[in-house]
C-alpha cells in the first residue's frame, strides 16, 4: 500500500512520523526538511518533503492534511498523484469537504494529534490517533499499519464521532479565538457560562441532526476542557494570534449551517460565527 501525505503541518507531518516504517511519502508545497521534535521525549528526527507539484506516480492512500480553507489548492494535482482505486483521507477537523472530493472514493476523518508547526518545525504534543468510518477499505488499511505508531479506530458511527469533535471544537476553538485568551477563560464565570450556551447549542444542532450524546454530555465536554492546562490554547487562537485565516467555516460556519436548515434558533452560535468569519474576511481584505 503506497501512501502519501498532503500537507507537511503538524497534523501531516506526525502522521508521516508516525508512520516512517513503511512506505510513505510527505508532499508540500516544495522540497524541503521538516524537523520533528516529541515535546515529551525531545526526539528529533528529520523528515523529507517533496514537492506536490513535481510528483507523477500514484498513491493507494492520500492523507490530505492541508487547512480545511486550502483545500482547493491541492485538487488539481490530487487527480495526477491519484488511481482509480485511491482512496483519500480528509485528516482536518470540521467537515462539510467531502462534496469537494466527488469522483473520489473519500473519507472523513477525526483527527486527535496534536502539535504545531512553526515555519520548517513541527513539535508533536500528544496522541497519534485517527477515527475512520469501518469498512473493508479501512480494515485493511488498520492491518496495513499495525506495525507503526499511528491507531486507527474505526467506527461504526462516524457521524456522531465527526459530531462529537464538531462541538469539542464549538466551543473552546470559538473562544479563545474571540477573547484571544488560553484555556485560562474558563475561570471566569461569564466565560464558562457562554460556553455553556455553545455547547448547548451544538448539541441541539447535533441532536437535529439525528445524532444522540449521553444527558451529561455539555458537562462531559467541560469537565474534559479543564484537564487543560491554564497556558493550552486552539488551533484558532493561535491562528487568531498570528493573524492567519481561521478554519471557522468548516467548523463554526458548518454547525451554524446545519442549524440553519433545521430552521433552529440558536443565537449563540449565530453570533459568535458571524465575527469569527468577519475576523476572516477582514484579514482577507
Ligand atoms: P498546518 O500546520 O498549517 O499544516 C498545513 C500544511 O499544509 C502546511 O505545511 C501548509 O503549508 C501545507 N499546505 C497548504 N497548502 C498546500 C498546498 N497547496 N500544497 C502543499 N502543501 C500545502 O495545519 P495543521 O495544524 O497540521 O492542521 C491540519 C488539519 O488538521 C486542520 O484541519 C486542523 O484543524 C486539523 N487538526 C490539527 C491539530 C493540531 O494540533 N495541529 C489537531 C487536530 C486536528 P504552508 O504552511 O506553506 O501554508
Known amino acids: 500500500m503506497k501512501i502519501a501525505i498532503i500537507g507537511p503541518g503538524a497534523v501531516g507531518t506526525a502522521i508521516a512520523s508516525a508512520l516512517d516504517n513503511i512506505d510513505v511519502t510527505l508532499l508540500g508545497r516544495e522540497d524541503k526538511m521538516m524537523a520533528f521534535e516529541e515535546r515529551d521525549t525531545g526526539e528529533r528526527k528529520s523528515i523529507p518533503v517533496k514537492a506536490l507539484s513535481s510528483v507523477t506516480t500514484t498513491f493507494d492512500v492520500v492523507f490530505i492534511a492541508v487547512k480545511t480553507h486550502q483545500i ?20 482536518q477537523n470540521g467537515s462539510g469537504l467531502l462534496p469537494k472530493l466527488e469522483g473520489y472514493d473519500a473519507y472523513q476523518a477525526v483527527v486527535y494529534i496534536s502539535g504545531e508547526k512553526q515555519e520548517d518545525k513541527v513539535r508533536h504534543d500528544k496522541d497519534y490517533r485517527i477515527q475512520l468510518k469501518k469498512d473493508t477499505f479501512t480494515e485493511q488499511l488498520k492491518a496495513a499499519i499495525s506495525t507503526t505508531e499511528l491507531t486507527l479506530e ?13 462541538i469539542f471544537n464549538l466551543g473552546m476553538n470559538t473562544l479563545t479565538a474571540l477573547s484571544r485568551d488560553t484555556a485560562r477563560l474558563l475561570k471566569d464565570e461569564r466565560m464558562l457560562e457562554l460556553c455553556k450556551n455553545l455547547l448547548k447549542e451544538g448539541l441541539q444542532v447535533a441532536n437535529a441532526e439525528g445524532i444522540t450524546y449521553e444527558d451529561s454530555f455539555v458537562e462531559d465536554v467541560i469537565a474534559a476542557y479543564r484537564i487543560f492546562s491554564d497556558e493550552s490554547a486552539t488551533s484558532m487562537y493561535y491562528d487568531t494570534m498570528n493573524e492567519r485565516v481561521t478554519e471557522v467555516e468548516a467548523i463554526q460556519g458548518y454547525i451554524y449551517r446545519q442549524g440553519q436548515k433545521h430552521q433552529l434558533h440558536i443565537p449563540y452560535i449565530e453570533t459568535t460565527y458571524t465575527l469569527l468569519a468577519h475576523q476572516n474576511e477582514v484579514r482577507q481584505r
Request: no cysteine; hydrophobic share 50%; aromatic share 6%.
Open 72 to 91: 482547493d489548492t491541492i485538487l488539481p494535482q490530487l487527480k495526477t498523484i491519484t488511481h482509480a482505486q485511491s482512496k483519500v483521507i480528509l485528516a
Open 154 to 166: 474505526l467506527e461504526e458511527n462516524i457521524e456522531k464521532a465527526i459530531w462529537f469533535k464538531l
